[in-house]
């Protein structure tokens, strides 16, 4: 059975960090995506890492370039999105995507259950 399991949410000051965490059990994927989703919003696009033989890619949403960043642990395997100089409007559901051919969620083939992060200014 294909998982996802995501960790790390909570609550946080503005300009503070948070790491989320992705873990994937029942087989390895070579791309992985952060989504979130606001009360009352669409789900939207984060981030993206990918891994293939050329190298790999990695992708940001404009709203947070320069302040997220992430990475995997092909090792676990595991998913990170290590948040920084978070703000209010950064406060959603973060959810793990895989196997995603765009930034639209619903291109996604796998979903965690999401983690909370509240951001507080």
């Known amino acids: 059975q294909v998982q996802l399991v995501e960790s790390g949410g909570g609550l946080v000051q503005a300009g503070g960090s948070l790491r989320l965490s992705c873990a994937a059990s029942?087989?390895?994927?070579?791309?992985y995506a952060w989504f979130r989703q606001a009360p009352g919003k669409e789900r939207e696009f984060v981030a993206a890492?990918?891994?293939?033989?050329?190298?790999?890619?990695?992708d940001y949403a404009d709203s947070v370039k320069g302040r997220f960043t992430i990475s995997r642990d092909n090792a676990k395997p595991t998913v990170y999105l290590q948040m920084g100089s978070l703000k209010p409007e950064d406060t959603a559901v973060y959810y793990c995507?895989?196997?995603?051919?765009?930034?639209?969620?619903?291109?996604?083939?796998?979903w965690g259950q999401g983690t909370q992060v509240s951001v507080s200014s």
């Open positions: 029942g087989r390895t994927f070579t791309s």
């Open positions: 995507a895989a196997v995603c051919s765009g930034r639209t969620a619903g291109t996604c083939s796998y």
């Open positions: 890492i990918t891994i293939s033989w050329s190298g790999g890619s990695i």
